[in-house]
């Protein structure tokens, strides 16, 4: 084992036990002479996470404005012209944003509702012939097929298409960049794999998938294209970087719900209460604008399929849950079981993000043993799911037709309410109308107004917890999987259910009560509120349960609050994605920044005309990505001490690199003047990302050389004063959308370095930190009890 520095040991001395385990190596944390291959214990974790089904290096963004000497150059150069091609471009982007989500989610619901109807049909025809063995092997079979579809697409090409892919995208407008998530073949087998998935009867949405579609369309188009066919289009470099990419990748994910629930304010408001860590005005208005030509292009898509050019789409797909035709009259006895509903919402949706927390970790340690394992684990969902679906409705009792139901019931078709499935003529089997459906119009079915009698509490009971039992089973096996329409299904069988047993003692209609149960399981689970509120408006089109809507939101979210973390969160924490939370622990406030940084190794810094060995040097023994530049020996302005040395900025790692490709190097120790470093670099040229030091070739002789960092560097980086408490640091850290944050020391002398160390992402997490300090847990705990 290796030997931490003396800090270090003091600091972690308590805590040694807990993480001997650990293997992993922060980036961030090692000193300049320490093996690469050792783990020195500092404040910060490890920077490796499960993205998806691979392990990868963890980067934060580069959100900040490298405002070196060639940004400003080229700043000040900028014509009108070229800031109204900018802005004009960001317009542009943001429209072919919302064309191509809206375009592609119109495709996928064709695709699903014709795949998934002609399969349903099938089932149908041999059931009314009596064959039922027959009609479950097709149903197993077809389902079974395209699971394997699915599986093998996620597994084998793109294993970062699995899931949602929500909780990456949160995490990378949270400043930490998630690799390999927005790339061409992962949203080519996003888009295939959830169509597959979805009609494979699996408990799951699209959902999810869609808000990934459009982010990685929001990512391609801004980086044009893939990375080996990138178009080099002029206009395109004004997107070369982390900033606009993340404005992109932001309207995209607000496109992606709007074409989930055609509901384009809910698309907005997502993006800005579950999403977007940073929000200003000129944002709004561009995903708004987004999210406007999606509804545009399903509203066209719609219109043409009413023609019936869609083969089985039809009322299926897009259309919203309408459950606009009933009045909504509710007195002051309604609002106690709104109420309830609002407590169990929360109660189950804690519930449930519990147990998925441990299902997911099982399904870790599944996946963990190859590409086999994983395609056998979504295979064996897929079969007892079809089991499940096609045998449970036998177990039903018939139920007698409605007289004022004659022509509707019984219902023989793939889609809509009253089933026959294996029951007489004038009789239906209310559990299959269902089960053996879409998610869509299973919602639809159970959402339907002026059916207070359809399902039997027999029933509803079976299918609220069949699809429990699923959508814990179901989420985290390798296929694009959401979470949206599995929890409408569950909050939905409960509302019904709380509605059959309040009987008269309410007026509110049973589909009311089942759109209500599914907000409030949602709230529960999920944690949103505004937005949630707005989609549900929109996707029922009943502005009258708005009051009653908002009160079940709050009340679900506030007790599961009380519980344990949002769905989401919860899976960033198992991703190991160091998302940085907005409310920082009470206990922050205890500790300062030089505190956190006196447990770090002493922080490597460069000169601003530096010898190329010692660059060679430092970026060979160290994975820091930032390096305060200091100048020493310079004559200090009036009132300073003589001797005092000057923080000139900060400079990237990937400029260092760049410098050494280039060699732009000086045979004598100087300054070089601004048109010797336009001839060498562009602005364009520092934006680029990537490389490593082991792929650039230094001489010996060049190593004697020197390099002049001064116009590569941030000459106006983030700096906080030693003495301020963590909790702000945290704060200004999120807000700004840091990646390297300097501590200068309080007071200034002579002999004193200017810098007395750098916060990064890891080193403000609160697990890593209580890891390093762990008398702050004592003291949190002590607060806790109080």
């Not at 919402?345 to 086999?372: F, Q």
């Not at 047993?501 to 509110?508: C, N, Q, R, V």
């Not at 009943?542 to 899976?571: H, Q, R, W």
């Not at 490709?661 to 336009?678: A, D, G, M, Q, S």
Request: proline share 4%; with cysteine.
């Amino acid at each position: 084992m290796e030997e931490p520095t003396r800090l270090v040991e003091e600091a972690t001395i308590n805590n040694m036990d807990r993480q001997q385990n650990e293997e992993e190596r922060d980036p961030e944390s090692n000193s300049l002479h320490q093996p690469l291959l050792k783990r020195n214990r500092t404040l910060s974790s490890s920077p490796f996470a499960l993205v998806g089904a691979k392990v990868s290096h963890i980067e934060s963004l580069d959100y900040e404005i490298n405002e070196n000497d060639l940004f400003k150059h080229d700043w000040r150069r900028r014509s009108r012209v070229q800031v109204l091609q900018y802005v004009f471009l960001k317009w542009t982007l943001a429209f072919l944003v919302g064309l191509l989500t809206g375009v592609t989610a119109s495709l996928i619901n064709l695709a699903i509702e014709n795949i998934a109807g002609y399969k349903l049909r099938a089932v149908v025809n041999y059931i009314e012939d009596r064959r039922y063995l027959v009609g479950f092997a097709y149903f197993a079979g077809a389902n079974f097929v395209l699971t394997l579809i699915a599986a093998l697409l996620c597994v084998c090409f793109a294993p970062t298409a699995a899931g949602p892919g929500i909780p990456e995208i949160k995490a990378y407008l949270n400043g930490v960049d998630t690799p390999n998530m927005y790339g061409a073949t992962t949203l080519f087998v996003k888009i295939i794999g959830s169509i597959a998935a979805v009609s494979a009867s699996l408990d799951l949405g699209k959902e999810g998938p869609l808000v990934h579609i459009g982010a990685c369309f929001a990512s391609l188009l801004g980086q044009g294209g893939p990375d080996n066919y990138r178009l080099k289009w002029r206009w395109l470099r004004y997107f070369n970087n982390d900033r606009d990419r993340r404005d992109l990748i932001t309207c995209g994910s607000s496109s992606g719900v709007c074409a989930a629930f055609r509901s384009p304010v809910g698309g907005v408001l997502f993006a800005l209460e579950e999403v977007a860590t940073w929000w200003r005005s000129a944002l709004l208005w561009r995903t708004f604008f987004s999210t406007a030509v999606v509804v545009v292009i399903l509203r066209a898509f719609i219109e043409y399929c009413k023609s019936g050019n869609c083969g089985l789409f039809g009322r299926g797909g897009l259309i919203m849950f309408d459950v606009s035709g009933v009045s909504v009259s509710y007195h002051v006895v309604d609002i106690i079981p709104v109420v309830v509903i609002g407590i169990i919402g929360g109660l189950l949706g804690s519930l449930y993000n519990c147990v998925l927390h441990k299902v997911l970790r099982l399904y870790n340690l599944i996946n963990e043993k190859g590409k086999l394992h994983k395609v056998l684990l979504a295979l064996s969902v897929s079969l007892f799911t079809s089991i499940c679906m096609y045998g449970l409705p036998f177990l039903a009792k018939c139920k007698p037709c409605d007289s004022s139901l004659q022509g509707s019931c019984p219902g023989t078709g793939g889609t809509g309410n009253f089933k026959q499935f294996n029951c007489p003529d004038g009789y239906y089997n209310d559990l299959a109308t269902l089960l053996l459906t879409t998610n869509d119009d299973a919602v639809r079915n159970i959402f339907s107004i002026n059916t207070p009698g359809e399902f039997h509490v027999t029933s509803l009971i079976i299918y609220f917890v069949l699809y429990c039992i699923l959508g814990l089973i179901t989420f985290g096996i390798a296929v694009p999987s959401g979470l949206f329409l599995p929890i409408i299904l569950m909050g939905s069988a409960y509302g019904r259910l709380l509605a059959i047993a309040m009987g008269s003692y309410t007026k509110i209609d049973p589909g009311l009560y089942a759109v209500l149960g599914a907000a409030s399981l949602m709230a529960g689970s999920m944690r949103m509120t505004v937005s949630l509120c707005v989609i549900f408006l929109e996707l029922t089109n009943n502005l009258l349960l708005l009051p009653i809507t908002m009160l079940v939101l709050l009340i679900a979210k506030s007790v599961g609050d009380c519980f344990n973390l949002s769905i989401y969160e919860i899976i960033l924490e198992l991703k190991g994605l160091p998302f940085l939370d907005a409310n920082p622990e009470p206990w922050m406030r205890n500790i300062t920044a030089g505190e956190l940084a006196d447990v770090k190794p002493p922080v490597v810094t460069l000169c601003g005309v530096e010898k190329v060995g010692r660059i060679v040097e430092v970026l060979k023994n160290t994975t820091y990505n930032g390096f305060p530049v200091v100048d020493e020996g310079v004559v200090p302005p009036v009132g300073l001490p003589v001797g005092a040395t000057e923080l000139h900025g900060l400079v990237l790692r990937t400029h260092l690199l760049l410098v050494l490709k280039k060699k732009w190097f000086l045979n004598e120790r100087r300054r070089t003047e601004e048109w010797e470093v336009r001839e060498k670099f562009t602005w364009i040229d520092l934006a680029e990302r990537g490389g490593k030091i082991e792929d650039v070739v230094v001489t010996k002789d060049e190593m004697e050389m020197y390099v002049d960092l001064h116009p590569l560097t941030n000459t106006t980086p983030y700096t906080v004063v030693e003495s301020l408490s963590v909790a702000k640091a945290m704060v200004l850290f999120r807000q700004v959308g840091l990646r390297h944050m300097l501590i200068v020391p309080k007071y200034q002398a002579a002999g004193v370095s200017p810098v007395v160390g750098i916060l990064t992402r890891q080193d403000l997490r609160a697990h890593n930190i209580l890891s390093v300090f762990p008398h702050l847990e004592k003291s949190k705990s002590g607060k806790k009890g109080n």
